[in-house]
């Protein structure tokens, strides 16, 4: 997550928008969690959009171009992720 803030914190003045979604019952600690963890909007009870995305992974990153197109989407974290993400950003904000 300190990633994903980083690169919202980045490049968030040039359009792009995270949202983080959680899967997790225990709305409380969430809430706590990113108010003062992360600068990005997080949608509590996900259920829903875990099912019309097909989410069968977690942590799952969708990328959407500013026509709301999905253009990629990428499930856990692997070498070489940091990179990746941040060139997927790159491309679509261009």
Same mark, same amino acid.
Request: hydrophobic share 30%; charged share 25%.
């Given at each position: 997550?300190?990633?994903?803030? &980083?690169?919202?914190? $980045?490049?968030?003045? =040039?359009?792009?928008?995270? /949202?983080?979604?959680?899967? +997790?019952?225990?709305?409380? +600690?969430?809430?706590?969690?990113?108010?003062? =963890? *992360?600068?990005? *909007?997080?949608?509590?009870?996900?259920? &829903? =959009?875990?099912?019309?995305?097909?989410? $069968?992974? *977690?942590?799952?990153?969708?990328?959407?171009?500013? %026509?709301? /197109?999905?253009?990629?989407?990428?499930?856990?974290?692997?070498?070489?992720? %940091?990179? +990746?993400? +941040?060139?997927? /950003? $790159? %491309?679509?904000? =261009?």
């Amino acid at each position: 997550m300190p990633y994903l803030d &980083a690169l919202y914190k $980045k490049y968030n003045g =040039q359009g792009l928008v995270v /949202i983080g979604v959680n899967s +997790e019952n225990n709305h409380t +600690e969430v809430k706590e969690f990113s108010h003062k =963890q *992360i600068s990005y *909007i997080v949608l509590l009870n996900g259920s &829903a =959009q875990f099912k019309k995305y097909g989410v $069968k992974g *977690i942590p799952c990153t969708y990328y959407v171009d500013k %026509e709301g /197109i999905v253009r990629y989407r990428d499930v856990g974290f692997g070498t070489g992720w %940091e990179r +990746e993400i +941040e060139r997927k /950003i $790159k %491309e679509l904000l =261009q």
